[in-house]
Structure formats: C-alpha cells, structure tokens
C-alpha cells in the first residue's frame, strides 16, 4: 500500500461482525458463493441492458452482455468478470463497502437466534456479495461503470477491518472479481466442480456463462417467455432437464402474475407418471424456488402443501431475495403469499383438466389421486373446490370408471334426498355387501369408497349441492324412495322372533329390527345413528387407535327362507335348542363379512352341530 492513488477505508464497526455471520451462520454452503457472484453480474447485465435502450451515450455500447469464469487449478484463483452496468466509486464505497441498512446486523442476529418469521424484512438489505469470504481470504474488484466518463477502479479487501481502493486503467465496461481461493475451497478452482454449480443453480440465467471458451448454461428461462412463445418440445426437453424424468410430462401451467402482494412468474407441470417416492415427502422433489432467474432452492416445499407436491417446475419471483438463508426464506411473508395463490391456481388448473380433458384429469387421478385426496383433511380453505375435484367408482357404473359428485347428483332418482356411499376394502366386497341390496333392487346409485384416505375423508363432508351424505350401513337412512314393499311389519310372529334375536344376542348387538334394505341376505349389520362408519372404526383399531368397539344394529330379513323356517320352528316350539345356535350363526356370519368374526373355531363348531342337525 505504498501507491500514493491508493486510499485506505475503514469498515464500520458491524461489519466485521456481520461477515462472520454470514460465513459462519447465514450460508451453509460455500459453493453458493458463486450463485451470488453470478446473480449480482446477472443484475448488473440487466440494469446495462434497460440502460442500452435509454442511452446511447453508454460505455461499450454494443458489448456482448455475458459473464465469464476463469480459473486456474494450478494457482487455485478464481475471477468471475461481467459486462453490465459497472460501478462507480460512490456504488463501491455504498454498496460494497457498507451494510445496505443500518440495524440489519442486528436483524440477522436475530433472524439466526430466533429462527423466526422475518416477514418482509429480509428483502431490505443486501449481503451476498460477502459470502465470497467463505472462500477466500482477499478480494479484488476491477469495475468501471457505464458512464462514458467513468474511470477504472480497483477495491482489494481482506472483509476485515478495512479495504482499499485505487484508480486503474480498464478499458472495458463492467466488473471482475478475483480471488485466490483458501485451501479448504480448492475445489473451486476445478472446471467440473464450478460447472456443476452452474448448472446447478444457473441454468436458466439469462446472460450466457463462458467458464473458459464454454458456454455453460444453455437452457433459456422459459417460464419468462410468453407461453405461446415457447413450443412444446422445448418446454418438454425444459421438463426433463430439472426433474430428471425420462418422459415429457402429462399437463404443465404457466404462470405470469403481477399483484400488489406478490408478483412471480412459474412454469409448473404434472408429470406422466407417479415417482415411487412420491408419497415419502422427505425423498421428493418440488418447486424449484428462483429469484430472477437465480435459483434459490432446488426443492421448495414450503410453496405447496403436501397434498399438492406432486407438481414439479420453477417459480420466480424477485419479491425475495438471494442472499439470507433457507430458513428467513422459508418463513417469509412473500412465501405464503406465493403459497396461496399457487395452491388456487393448480387447484384451478386441475378444474380446467376435468372439466376440458376428461380423460387426462382421470389419468392424473388414478397416478395422483393418493396423494391428492389427503387435501380434503388438510386444506379446509379449498374444501369445496376440493370436494369437486375428487373421483370414485359407483355402484351402478362399470368397475374402473370414475365419477364426480356433480356425475352421481345429475343421476340421482327425483325423491332420492341424500347422497349414499358404502366403504369398503375392495370392489367386489362393496358389490355384494347385504346393505347394497335394498339399492341395487331399485337402482339407486351407491358410491363406492375403497381406498383408506376416502374411507376416512368422504364421511366428513357434510354435504354436496346441499345433499347430505350417507353411509349405506347406517341405521337411519330413508329407505322410501325406492318401490314401496309391504315388509309386514306388524306380523305378530315376526316380532316375537325379533325378541328371540335380542334375547339371545344380548349384549352383542345394540339392538335387532326387522330390515327394509335386505333383498338376498337373511342379516346385516347396521351402525346406530350416528355412529362411526364401521370401515372408519376397524381402520382406526388397525391404526393402533383406542377406540372401543362400537355396537351395531342386526337387521333381519324377515321374508328370507331361512327366517320363514326359524319363525315355523319356534312357533312349534318355543325352546328348540337348534333355534339359539341359528341366530348365533346368524349373527356371526355378518361379522364375518366384515371381516371380524370373534372366533373362527367357536364360528365352525356351530355350523358343524347345525350340519349334524339338518342331516339327521
Ligand atoms: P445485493 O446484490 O443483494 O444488493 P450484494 O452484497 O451482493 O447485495 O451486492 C451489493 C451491491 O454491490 C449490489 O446491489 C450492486 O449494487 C453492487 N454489485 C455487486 N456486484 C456487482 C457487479 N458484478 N456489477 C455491478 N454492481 C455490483
């Protein structure tokens, strides 16, 4: 520092505290040093670009805008060197040698203790410039701003108690930035480490990125396009570049919003096929976050909810800034914005799909179906949007084929009030449930819900278009809509054997009625009023829940053969033993359609002594 030009200046007093934040606290990673080397040349392109079409009096008027990499492995240094706007000894003195807002040490210090909600805080002051420091001890700064009149100036800096600047001779526009590199960063100095993290994180810079004569990125940010700009293939191959997916993907969206809260650009798709990580959120990957084309994070969870992750693609937005950590940015105000406008527009663009593209919204179903129905818990805000949006079998339609509320309402029966569903763990198991009987005589249509998130989701919905929801296996329902039978009700003998059941049953059942929904089967369980849908209970026990086992209603047939025998045999004698071993069997035949039977062996030696009877 012997050079008379040469001009020392002091750093203020937070600096030095602020630089060993952010090495040490704010940035876990050393390699996104360069991603804000590159996203502040990036900035300074743009701002010598717009300048370009203002002024024709611009240094280098007709310059290439790009940003070169040089590295030398031998002499472990790096430069990184732009074309755009430059800096003045005012922007290198300000912006450079200064924190951007006083009190923003303190902030940060903050933010890192608390780990908490920075609201729109962060994007006020500007750091990442230093993340340098991870790297390297000293920094040199050869910059010459735009202005035809500018002069050549060289900033040196060890980020410690001072730096200095001098003028220089630089002919050209622009800003280089070079450093040797501390030996636990050599990597650095390595042709296919650096360009790795340029693909990594830049790839869609817009400004080309030479590292030596090479370009490095090649993909051009498409979502900055105008969509009837882009063509399909381009943004198929755009596709399969950042999800490492071999096939083009089923649908995409492309985003481009200006709001007062929030403004971001997004390109989003649905692949074709479900990842078989999909459903392991922590292996997934999302939304890849970017401000201005630099991206920020490669896997974004927090701009989705889980039941909607399994869009991938980009959102970019210059509402939050590169240079605070993964966490500020996770809690941000900005993100939650982003959040609940991106969850209206996919759940938008999913409507659009069913409504336009029938058979491509049941191809999504069928892969992201799983994943999606579990909104219905989560998101109560978008419930109703929510519940048009899903899809079942039914009873009345082909097995396979799924349909809509909306579908099934549009072919209700005109009396029919409610909305009826049966759970159940397979089609066929729904198909010949005893409680379908009574629906399938009079072609009443039955939903089917066969998989667990249905099973558990479906009965919360209280309603759709203002009909209520009804499990079939529920002791309440109104079974009048159908051709009206008379089920002789008031027959004296079938009341008396009812009071067989109940007596002999006992404490097994809540109660025994004579059964208006039975057509083929003698007996079938119904839950009481109100009571848990028994699929829901038995999943919830499986589950490891503690829930106590519910009592159900029997329901009897009077009109079976079997209860016409029962009722013969009784009126001839009140206590023939064979009749409490029948209702037992009976009883327990139900259960065992539904999966829980008691005892199998208890179940067998009945049947057994019955056989032996009945043989006789
Ligand atoms: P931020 O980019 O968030 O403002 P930085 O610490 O990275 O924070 O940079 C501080 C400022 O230094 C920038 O806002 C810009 O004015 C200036 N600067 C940094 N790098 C360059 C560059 N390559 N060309 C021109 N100006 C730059």
Known sequence: ???????????????????????????????????????????????????????????????????????????????????????SLDDLTEAIGTVARSGTLEFLQK????????????????????????????????????????????????????????????????????????????????????????????????????????????????????????KDEERNEFYKFITKDFEDPMAHLHLSLEGTDVSFKALLFIPSKAPYDLMQNRLHKTVQLYSNKIMIMEDCKELLPEYLQFVRGVVDTSDIPLNVSRETVQASAVMAKMKDV???????????????????????????????????????????????????????????????????????????????????????????????????????????????????????????????????????????????EDKKEDDNLSKSLIDLFKTTLKEKVEDVKISKRLVDSAVTLVVKDGGMDHQMEKMMKMMGQNIPEAKRILEVNVDHPVVKNLSRRYLANATDGLLEKCIVQLYESARLIDGDLPSRIDYVKRMIDIMEEATK
């Open 1 to 87: 520092m012997t050079e008379e030009n040469i001009k020392t200046y002091e750093y203020k007093a937070e600096m030095k505290q602020l630089l060993h934040l952010i090495v040490h606290s704010l940035y876990t990673h050393p390699e996104v040093f360069l991603r804000e080397l590159i996203s502040n040349s990036s900035d300074a392109l743009n701002k010598v670009r717009y300048q370009q079409l203002t002024d024709d009096t611009l240094l280098d008027k007709d310059k290439e805008l790009d940003i070169k990499i040089t590295l030398d492995e031998k002499a472990k240094t790096f430069s990184i060197e732009d074309s755009g706007i430059g800096m």
């Open 111 to 230: 933010i890192k203790e608390e780990n908490k909600n920075s609201g729109d805080l962060i994007g006020q002051f500007g750091v990442g410039f230093y993340s340098v420091f991870m790297v390297t001890d000293e920094v040199t700064i050869e910059t010459r701003h735009a202005n035809k009149d500018s002069k050549g100036l060289r900033w040196v800096s060890s980020g410690e108690g001072n730096y200095t600047i001098e003028e220089i001779d630089k002919k050209t526009r622009g800003t280089k930035i070079t450093f040797t590199l501390k030996e636990n960063a050599v990597e650095f100095a390595e042709k296919f480490r650096v360009q790795e993290i340029i693909k990594k994180y830049s790839s869609f810079a817009d400004f080309p990125i030479l590292l030596g004569e090479e370009k490095v990125n090649t993909v051009e940010a498409l979502w900055r396009k105008r969509e009837k700009d882009v």
């Open 342 to 484: 991106l969850v209206k527009k996919v759940l938008q663009w999913l409507k659009e799909m069913s409504e336009q593209e029938t058979d491509k919204y049941i191809t999504f179903y069928k892969q992201f179906g799983p994943m999606f129905k579990t909104g219905l818990n989560s998101d109560f805000m978008n419930r109703d949007k929510l519940t048009e949006l899903i899809r079942f079998e039914t009873s009345t339609q082909e097995a396979g084929k799924l349909f809509s509320f909306k579908d099934y309402v549009s072919r209700m029966k005109e009396n029919q009030k409610d909305i009826y569903y049966l759970s159940g763990d397979s089609r066929e198991f729904a198909e010949r449930n005893p409680n379908l009987e009574y629906f399938k005589k009079n072609d009443i249509e039955v939903i089917f819900l066969l998989e667990a998130v249905e099973i558990f989701v479906v009965p919360t919905i209280p309603a759709y278009d203002e009909k209520p929801l009804k499990a079939i296996d529920k002791g309440d329902i109104d079974l009048d809509i159908g051709n009206k």
